[in-house]
């Protein structure tokens, strides 16, 4: 399907105007917030969530990834997150990723990245100012003192906390159904206060993430959606333009760029 994407009269002279502020006054007047989902790294072979090939092969993920699920049957999560944590080193960051890191390095203004994949590929193409509020892979979680390490090995044996000695209580750094996503405060300050609020390769069932959309249009912002198929929060946005990341996000990073 074409793309449908179009700039505003209006929207385009607002982001010039702001790029030039920005320049000239050595200060950000121009406030991106950009909100990724697994459709992002779909093309660079991470299958998403709710498509025919599912990543919980079969089961529905709100059925599985809860804590109760991980309570029921430890074994069969921690190898679960295991097997992804150790594929991460045979996937690669995609163009849609470098052009976003390229935005982040180009952009004058504030601009705040925040991903609900628990994958490495945006701070592996290069991006800094971002946030991961779903949790990562490569982070594990000591329920016990409640630290958070950086982890590249297997949890299923039951490694002991690197702080304080517990064995049997690291768990994936993931934020399961019924727990509340990180930096939630900073998010919503960023959402409410940016100019342009962008989403990439998500499907919109999950909240709280699937309810920025709404924040940032009741604060004036422009809400631009990149996606492959329209998602339930189409309607929600100001523009939609359909097609595959990989394509969409470099030209819409070129044509932000090019305003500056
Ligand atoms: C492409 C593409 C290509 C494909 N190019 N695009 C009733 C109403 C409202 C809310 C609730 C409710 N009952 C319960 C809730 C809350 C609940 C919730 O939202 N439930 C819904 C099921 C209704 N949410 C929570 O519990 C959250 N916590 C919470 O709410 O705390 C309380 C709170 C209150 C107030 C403020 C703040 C907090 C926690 C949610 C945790 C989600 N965790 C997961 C992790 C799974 C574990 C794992 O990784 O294995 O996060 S679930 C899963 O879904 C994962 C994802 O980050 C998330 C979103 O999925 P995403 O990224 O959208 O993927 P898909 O597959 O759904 O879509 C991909 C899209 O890409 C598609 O549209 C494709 O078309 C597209 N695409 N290829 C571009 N090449």
């Known amino acids: 399907m074409a793309p449908r994407w179009q700039v505003g009269v209006s929207a385009r002279a607002g982001l010039r105007a702001g790029c030039q502020r920005a320049e000239t006054m050595a200060m950000p007047h121009h406030r991106i917030v950009i909100l990724t989902g697994a459709g992002v790294s779909a093309e660079s072979g991470v299958p998403t969530f709710r498509g025919p090939d599912g990543l919980w092969e079969g089961h529905r993920v ?8 991980f309570a029921r049957n430890p074994r069969l999560v921690q190898g ?8 991460l080193g ?15 390095a180009q952009w004058p203004g504030e601009l705040l990245l925040v991903t609900q994949n628990v994958d490495d590929l945006h701070e592996r193409a290069g991006s800094t100012r971002l946030i991961h509020m779903h949790g990562q892979l490569k982070s594990a979680w000591c329920t016990a003192c409640d630290t958070r390490h950086r982890w590249e090995v297997a949890l299923l044996d039951w490694p002991p906390c690197p702080a304080c000695g517990t064995a049997g209580r690291m768990r994936p750094d993931i ?3 019924g727990e509340m996503p990180h930096e939630m405060a900073r998010i919503e ?14 499907s919109g069932n999950v909240y709280p993430a699937a309810g920025f959309v709404d924040l940032a249009a009741r604060a004036g912002a422009r809400t631009v959606e990149l996606n492959l198929d329209l998602s339930m929060a189409s309607q929600r946005f ?3 333009r359909l097609g595959p990341a990989g394509e969409l996000v470099p030209a819409f990073v070129e044509d932000i760029l090019s305003l500056c």
């Open 62 to 69: 709100e059925d599985v990834a809860t804590p109760e699920a």
């Open 80 to 87: 679960f997150y295991d097997q992804r944590r150790a594929a």
């Open 90 to 104: 045979r996937v690669a960051p995609n163009a849609a990723h470098r052009a976003l890191a390229r935005l982040d």
């Open 175 to 177: 934020v399961w159904f």
């Open 189 to 202: 300050r960023a959402v409410m206060a940016c100019d342009l609020f962008l989403s990439i390769g998500t």
């Open 238 to 240: 100001g523009e939609s």
